[in-house]
């Protein structure tokens, strides 16, 4: 089993959309979670943490079920910029520091 | 501030060749992370390190690569024989985690694309 679930998509939404990616995690030991943008042919980049009281930047929203292993991210006005994969990202094992990184969602936004 | 730096940026070879990497960290960064990314498909990590001192290779294949960061700055990842499914996307990345100042953000570098052929 891998220890991070998600949908591949692709997504394909139009500009303005309100768009929502979801994955789950094995490791119920897990503590932090974390959203990753990686844009075609670059580097993952950060692009929020996941907090258990659920948190906003700007038009995105982040929100973490501990109980379900649960970890959601929700885009709202989407732009034709937010067109990327977004990785779900949760930490396990023993060792400090370690990701495991969900496979992606890919989503395209059009005009 | 500089990011990661990583070189090559690609790399063609044949199958049972040997190729290596190099990763520069961002100045300061204790902990440096070797991650392989198949197309489709999420980093997964190989290596660990904190400092000079290797923290997690579980996920290392031991019998053809190696990596190692003498004088706990720069690291090199290598693969010898490399295989067609050694093809995949290079990545280095670092951070200031450690068990004193706790989790830190992971910055990535560009990458190095391995083709085998």
């Known amino acids: 089993r891998k220890e991070v679930e998600q949908d591949p998509g692709p997504f394909n939404v139009p500009e303005g959309a309100t768009v929502a990616f979801n994955c789950t995690y094995s490791?119920?030991?897990?503590?932090?979670f974390f959203w990753y943008r990686q844009d075609c042919r670059k580097e993952p980049k950060l692009l929020m943490s996941?907090?258990?009281s659920g948190n906003e930047d700007g038009r995105f929203t982040a929100q973490l079920n501990r109980a379900s292993q649960y970890i959601s991210l929700l885009i709202r006005d989407s732009k034709l910029s937010d067109s990327a994969t977004y990785l779900c990202v949760v930490t396990g094992g023993s060792t400090l520091g370690r990701l495991y990184f969900g496979r992606g969602t890919q989503l395209t936004v059009w005009p | 501030e500089a990011g990661v730096a990583q070189s090559p940026r690609y790399k063609i070879i044949e199958k049972r060749q040997s190729v290596a990497f190099w990763c520069n960290p961002i100045?300061?960064?204790?902990?440096l992370y070797w991650y392989q990314q198949i197309l489709g498909q999420g980093p997964k990590l190989l290596i660990q390190f904190q400092n000079n001192g290797v923290v997690d290779d579980s996920q290392l294949p031991k019998d053809r690569f190696s990596a190692e960061r003498l004088k706990g700055v720069d690291s090199t990842l290598k693969i010898q024989p490399a295989k067609l499914e050694d093809s995949a996307v290079y990545l280095c990345?670092?951070?200031?985690?450690?068990?004193?100042?706790?989790?830190?953000?992971?910055?990535f570098g560009p990458g190095t694309r391995l083709t085998v052929l």
């Open positions: 100045s300061g960064h204790a902990t």
């Open positions: 990345a670092s951070s200031l985690t450690t068990r004193d100042r706790g989790l830190d953000e992971q910055f």
């Open positions: 490791n119920s030991a897990s503590q932090s």
């Open positions: 996941v907090y258990s």
